[in-house]
Nanobody, 119 residues
Framework: QVQLVESGGGLVQAGGSLNLSCAVS????????MGWYRQAPGKQRELVAT???????NYADSVKGRFTITRDYAKNTVYLRMNSLKPEDTGVYYC?????????????WGQGTQVTVSS
């Protein structure tokens, strides 16, 4: 089992920055992939950024060059640094962890943190 707790959301003006954190209940060293997803009102949840165990990162085209995903092994925490925020970045941001145990993959989600960008 993996528990994820997000924090750092809030209200910010367009052009501003926020730093989201995802605290993980166990060591993240062995977790296959960690990621951030978001869901805007009336829309499906979408991928924002992921980072694999090997350190490879992947970003949605809409956030490339503005968002950065990082991790801190000592703190078992994954971060999402968001710069140059736009109103279309508004949504609930969810942390995700994908594990693999004996070939069986499992997905874990946090409760989400609200990000609102005003124009």
């Amino acid at each position: 089992q993996v528990q994820l707790v997000e924090s750092g959301g809030g209200l910010v003006q367009a052009g501003g920055s926020l730093n989201l954190s995802c605290a993980v209940s166990r060591t993240i060293v062995s977790i296959n992939s960690m990621g951030w997803y978001r869901q805007a009102p009336g829309k499906q949840r979408e991928l924002v950024a992921t980072i694999t165990k090997g350190g490879n990162t992947n970003y949605a085209d809409s956030v490339k060059g503005r968002f950065t995903i990082t991790r801190d092994y000592a703190k078992n925490t994954v971060y999402l640094r968001m710069n140059s925020l736009k109103p279309e970045d508004t949504g609930v941001y969810y942390c995700n962890a994908e594990t693999s145990n004996w070939g069986v993959k499992s997905d874990y989600w946090g409760q989400g943190t609200q990000v609102t960008v005003s124009s």
